[in-house]
């Protein structure tokens, strides 16, 4: 059974940065493609950030350049640094895992995290 726990959300004032982990068991994730997803009330789940299991990363046009998706094989654990946050990040986070192409489309994913909530003030 493949498990995904997402930690590190928070309250963070804008222009500040936070990092979210996403630990997974069960599986090895390096053959996975791993995803970020995010949503708010009221509104679809959208693609934030992916990676590949070649590595390919790819980001949702609102975060390129502010937030960074990577993976550490050693601990089996994805990580997103964002940067320069801004209030409409605001949003729970979830992590996803799937043996697809690792894009940003949710259809993709097999195994969802239960999320974690990120807050931005202005």
């Known amino acids: 059974q493949v498990q995904l726990v997402e930690s590190g959300g928070g309250s963070v004032q804008a222009g500040g940065s936070l990092r979210l982990s996403c630990a997974i068991f069960g599986y090895t994730y390096a053959t996975l493609s791993m995803g970020w997803f995010r949503q708010t009330p009221g509104k679809e789940r959208e693609g934030v950030a992916s990676i590949d299991n070649s590595g390919t990363t790819r980001y949702a046009d609102s975060v390129k350049d502010r937030f960074t998706i990577s993976r550490d094989s050693a601990k089996n654990t994805l990580y997103l640094q964002m940067n320069s946050l801004k209030p409409e990040d605001t949003a729970i986070y979830y992590c996803?895992?799937?043996?697809?192409?690792?894009?940003?489309?949710?259809?993709?994913?097999?195994?969802w995290g239960q999320g974690t909530q990120v807050t931005v003030s202005s």
């Open positions: 996803a895992g799937g043996y697809g192409l690792g894009t940003l489309r949710q259809n993709e994913y097999n195994y």
